[in-house]
């Protein structure tokens, strides 16, 4: 028998007292727990435990580093990155049955949640007392907070609301060997010692595994208002958005579809998408009727700049519509184009134009066609390789590296939101220096010397 195979049977049986049914090695069970959506192949867990209490994350910690078992840390397995893959023998500590608001405290702004807490659900919760939790990933009804963490998670709200990190005040955290690390606090404010509260988001689960979360929430505007806007061609889409910003307007949401984005969803959406090069799918917020009157200018600047169309929501069912139409793109390519790779690229807004000129150019050569869509405001954009095929999949993957590369000359990332996970780890060293990779590391050592939590993920190995 393999030596880490007896390490886990040997894990199994400490395991199962405590545990019983909430451990298996079922093969079916298995397959749920070994992939996510980033069309990585999946992985080879050797084992699944579904927690209840953080005293008992804690105790699968201790146990596995006794025998040096990995810990693979899991929420909805909604990750494009990889980063819930298990490489082979680890257990998969699935957090999904972890998923209660623990507090809900709209006068002190915050909410403590647990990880498998679906993400949407926190917003619908928040609302009740007119509040809001902006982070809004396009899988928020599926994703979980966990996860969102561990990925430090965007969405389209982002573009005026920020990312997940700025919404995490406290984190409760199970270290390898099974200590239970509290960090950050629950006041507005805090500076105390350095920031490892920031430092545990968009760890990719690589740290420690994140079991209560103390999550900022804010008032909700009350008013919101959205767009649809037509253009030709993505460049003018994205030149047109430029000028809103310099009209002094903060959209709270401003999303790009391109064409062939537009064609998957069509067929499902109930809202009529105008047939266009591209589109402009556009909020602002607000407390009064000044957020309409932003919004018309909005329209205005847009057919100054060479919108074709422009369509606002006339109620709630309109702007559902909207977007969801949205909502729908990645998972609509995905049926039409299986086999696609999908990145996450970020650049400087100003440089959008160059960046999806460019990765058209770049796809052209070996046949491969090329889709972009999602957060323009941010400059993150998703730059599609639609490939129907895996051999076709193969010919995109030099184009990716190029795509990548590109994001990085233009002064971006290889990643805006998704992570490194499996998918980006010879990538990272197109945009860090070797100096910072291996500062990681020791970093990464600091937590977890056996190199227990999550192995081979976010750094290169
Ligand atoms: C999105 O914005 O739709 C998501 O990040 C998923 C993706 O398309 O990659
Ligand atoms: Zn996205």
Same mark, same amino acid.
């Given at each position: ?115 498998? @807490?679906? &993400?949407?659900?926190? #917003? ?6 007119? $509040?809001?939790? !902006? =982070?809004?990933? +396009? ?39 099974g200590k239970v690390l509290r960090t950050g606090r629950r006041s507005i404010k805090g500076v105390a010692g350095y920031d490892v509260t920031s430092f545990i988001v968009g760890s990719e689960g690589t740290l ?48 790009? @579809?391109? &064409?062939?984005?537009? #064609? ?6 109930? $809202?009529?998408? !105008? =047939?266009?090069? +591209? ?183």
């Open positions: 028998m393999h030596a880490r195979t007896k390490a886990l049977e040997t894990l199994l049986v400490r395991l199962n007292s405590r545990f019983g049914e909430r451990i298996s090695t079922d093969p079916d069970e298995l397959a749920k727990v070994s992939g996510d959506e980033s069309g990585l192949p999946k992985g080879n867990p050797g084992a699944v435990v579904w927690p209840m209490a953080t005293a008992e994350v804690a105790l699968v910690a201790q146990e596995a580093q006794e025998l040096g078992v990995g810990l693979v840390p899991r929420g909805a397995g909604t990750g494009k990155a990889g980063e819930s893959i298990p490489l082979g023998g680890e257990l998969v500590v699935d957090l999904s049955r972890m998923n209660k608001i623990l507090e809900l405290r709209p006068q002190d702004l915050y909410a403590v949640v647990q990880p498998g @807490l679906i &993400t949407a659900e926190l #917003d619908k919760a928040a609302k009740e007392h007119g $509040f809001m939790y !902006p =982070p809004d990933p +396009a899988s928020w009804e599926s994703c979980s907070i966990g996860g969102n963490i561990n990925t430090n998670a965007g969405g389209p709200r982002a573009v005026k609301y920020g990312v997940t990190q700025r919404y995490v005040w406290g984190l409760e955290v199970v270290l390898a060997g420690g595994l994140v079991t209560e979360a103390t999550l900022h929430i804010i008032p909700a505007a009350p008013v919101v208002e959205t767009a649809w806007l037509s253009f030709a061609d993505p460049v003018t889409a994205s030149r047109a958005s430029e000028h809103i910003f310099a009209a002094g307007i903060t959209p709270r949401m401003l999303e790009l @579809l391109d &064409t062939t984005a537009m #064609d998957v969803v069509r067929p499902k959406s109930a $809202f009529r998408l !105008p =047939p266009a090069g +591209a589109a402009i799918l556009i909020e602002c917020d607000g407390r009064d009727e000044g957020v309409m009157r932003d919004l018309e200018r909005v329209c205005e600047i847009a057919l100054a700049r060479g919108a074709t169309e422009s369509a606002i929501a006339q109620n709630d069912r309109d702007r559902e519509g909207m977007r969801r139409a949205r909502r729908l793109v990645s998972g609509s390519l995905k049926e039409a184009y299986p086999y696609k790779i999908s990145d996450d690229v970020a650049v400087p807004r100003s440089k959008m134009p160059d960046l999806l000129t460019r990765a058209q150019e770049l796809g052209a050569p070996a046949g491969i066609k090329v889709a972009a869509y999602g957060h323009l405001g941010d400059g993150n954009v998703h730059i599609n390789l639609l490939c129907k095929t895996a051999d076709e999949r193969e010919l995109a993957k030099p184009v990716r590296q190029e795509v990548l590369r590109l994001a990085v000359s233009l002064g971006g990332t290889v990643t805006g939101e998704h992570g490194i996970g499996i998918a980006k780890r010879s990538e990272l060293g197109f945009e860090q220096s070797r100096e910072l990779i291996e500062l990681q590391k020791r970093m990464k050592l600091a937590f977890d010397p056996g190199g227990i939590i999550n192995p081979g993920k976010a750094l290169p190995v």
